[in-house]
């Protein structure tokens, strides 16, 4: 099992548990913790939803040993795996009509973007670090492009275009995250939080959660990230017809570059 599920005084946490892996997310981790987020959303005794990593880090990002699928690897493969667990169970945690923090310590590489981003608030440790380092792979950032609602256009181009790590300091003063916490009371502060919104009525939360939800979208937030992850796919194409494989670059330099984060 790579996903705890646990609830207690209407909050459900939901725990990465692959810590010896940095919590990188491989198919069986994805589809365990899109079943915690769909029994989180439909307990009622569930008020609030938390999301957290144990170990040292929040989430590596997508498991670069790969998916598991057919030795030829294609284009329709990758679109069809990264449909569902990259950008259908996002949107869903995104929308599941409950309040969702997310804890995150450490590293947040990439695909660990696509855990945090959804939840409506991110609690962050100090010593938090977030990066997409996709670029450098000949795809234009991770399947789910958060980064211009989350960071506005500048700046999600400076991070895109370096892949330069964002501190949790200066995530909270692009508004990314809420709030930053030293890391010893990263799941005090979280619970706590959670806790507070969990007195309100689950009915006021659920419209105010809608109402900001459909605001964004009204503004385009869901037609762009349709549209993006089309242009994602673009290219994987592109690294199939030059390499043969959905990376371009080295996979060893790009795993021991994540390692050396960790």
């Not at 667990?85 to 660990?112: D, F």
């Not at 000949?138 to 958060?146: A, D, F, Q, R, S």
């Not at 959670?194 to 109402?211: E, S, V, Y």
Request: proline share 4%; net charge negative.
């Amino acid at each position: 099992m790579y996903i705890r599920y646990e609830v207690a005084d209407k909050i459900a946490t939901i725990t990465l548990n692959r810590p010896e892996a940095a919590n990188a997310q491989n198919a069986e981790l994805l589809d365990e913790l899109d079943a915690a987020w769909r029994a989180a959303a439909e307990d009622d005794d569930v008020a609030v939803i938390v999301l957290r990593g144990e170990g040292k880090h929040f989430s590596a990002g997508h498991d670069l040993r790969g998916t598991g699928g057919p030795e030829k690897i294609t284009l329709e493969y990758i679109i069809h795996y990264e449909s569902r667990r990259y950008l259908e169970y996002t949107l869903r945690w995104r929308n599941t009509p409950k309040p969702s923090i997310a804890a995150v310590q450490g590293r947040c590489i990439a695909g660990g973007l696509l855990l945090c981003w959804p939840c409506d608030l991110i609690i962050a440790a100090d010593d938090a670090l977030f990066s997409d380092p996709v670029v450098a792979m000949g795809i234009g950032g991770v399947e789910y492009h958060g980064h211009t609602w989350e960071l506005g256009p500048r700046k999600a181009k400076e991070i895109l275009f370096t892949g330069r790590a964002v501190t949790a300091e200066e995530a909270e003063k692009l508004g990314m995250v809420n709030k930053v916490v030293p890391r010893a009371e990263l799941d005090t502060a979280t619970r706590e939080l959670a806790a507070d919104i969990a007195k309100m009525p689950a009915f006021g939360l659920r419209q105010a959660k809608r109402a900001v939800n459909q605001t964004l979208d009204v503004q385009g937030f869901y037609a762009a990230i349709q549209s993006v992850f089309d242009t994602h796919q673009t290219g994987h194409g592109n690294a199939l017809s030059v390499s043969g494989f959905p990376i371009l670059v080295d996979l060893e330099q790009m795993k021991s570059k994540i390692s050396s984060d960790r």
